[in-house]
């Protein structure tokens, strides 16, 4: 894919916060798994990071994916900013890349049952498509739709699958490196100008040896 267009307005991404299926390693997709306890704290972090970046939210956009976790990470985060937890709106475009049948299962499990498909996709993870879901190259045209439509500063509550979308579409990261790279859920990948960062709250207790 050619890369970015860099009209588009800064970028404030957010995964959302860990379920127990994050934890056990299952694969979700479009499961709508709530967060669990770890996953509330994340999200307050990000909301916490937010409310340093942005000190003034009058001109910036909230959109999160239509699954719950993404919105209850969305109203955690507004929350913590102090803003009214309900007044964001949701994108069906920012849904998680879907898995098909794979959904509920982890990788091992994947490898055991279906050993050729699971060789397949590890051959090509770009662009292997399980069987009732869809692959990367699909991700990439609908958040590109969405991506092409903001008119200005934004903060989008996603999926690993969405955001890792966004930096090959944004960004200089090549696509084939796309599905293998690691999402956090504590952190926010700030994207302006073709360049990106991940940005964290830092405490007093990081720089203790």
Same mark, same amino acid.
């Given at each position: 894919? #050619?890369?970015?267009?860099?009209?588009?307005?800064?970028?404030?991404?957010?995964?959302?916060?860990?379920?127990?299926? &994050?934890?056990?390693?299952?694969?979700?997709?479009?499961?709508?798994?709530?967060?669990?306890?770890?996953?509330?704290?994340?999200?307050?972090?990000?909301?916490?990071?937010? &409310? *340093?970046?942005?000190?003034?939210?009058?001109?910036?956009?909230?959109?999160?994916?239509?699954?719950?976790?993404?919105?209850?990470?969305?109203?955690?985060?507004?929350?913590?900013?102090?803003?009214?937890?309900?007044?964001?709106?949701?994108?069906?475009?920012?849904?998680?890349?879907?898995?098909?049948? *794979?959904?509920?299962?982890? *990788?091992?499990?994947?490898?055991?049952?279906?050993?050729?498909?699971?060789?397949?996709?590890?051959?090509?993870?770009?662009?292997?498509?399980?069987?009732?879901?869809?692959?990367?190259?699909?991700?990439?045209?609908?958040?590109?739709?969405?991506?092409?439509?903001?008119?200005? #500063?934004?903060?989008?509550?996603?999926?690993?699958?969405?955001?890792?979308?966004?930096?090959?579409?944004?960004?200089?990261?090549? #696509?084939?490196?796309?599905?293998?790279?690691? !999402?956090?859920?504590?952190?926010?990948?700030? !994207?302006?100008?073709?360049?990106?960062?991940?940005?964290?709250?830092?405490?007093?207790?990081?720089?203790?040896?």
């Amino acid at each position: 894919m #050619d890369t970015h267009d860099q009209t588009v307005p800064t970028l404030y991404l957010i995964r959302h916060g860990e379920t127990d299926w &994050n934890a056990r390693r299952l694969l979700q997709g479009r499961r709508d798994i709530p967060l669990n306890a770890v996953g509330q704290g994340q999200a307050a972090v990000s909301g916490t990071c937010l &409310n *340093w970046l942005l000190p003034d939210v009058s001109q910036v956009d909230f959109i999160a994916s239509p699954l719950g976790r993404t919105r209850q990470t969305m109203e955690i985060i507004r929350q913590r900013m102090g803003l009214d937890p309900a007044h964001y709106r949701t994108d069906e475009r920012l849904v998680e890349i879907h898995f098909g049948e *794979w959904e509920g299962l982890n *990788w091992q499990q994947i490898a055991e049952r279906q050993p050729e498909r699971f060789e397949a996709r590890q051959a090509d993870p770009l662009n292997f498509m399980p069987a009732g879901g869809e692959n990367y190259p699909h991700v990439f045209e609908r958040v590109g739709s969405l991506l092409n439509a903001l008119q200005r #500063d934004t903060v989008l509550v996603a999926h690993a699958g969405v955001l890792r979308s966004c930096l090959a579409l944004l960004t200089d990261v090549a #696509d084939v490196e796309v599905p293998l790279l690691e !999402i956090p859920q504590d952190q926010v990948l700030m !994207i302006r100008g073709g360049k990106f960062a991940w940005m964290r709250v830092s405490t007093a207790a990081d720089g203790r040896s």
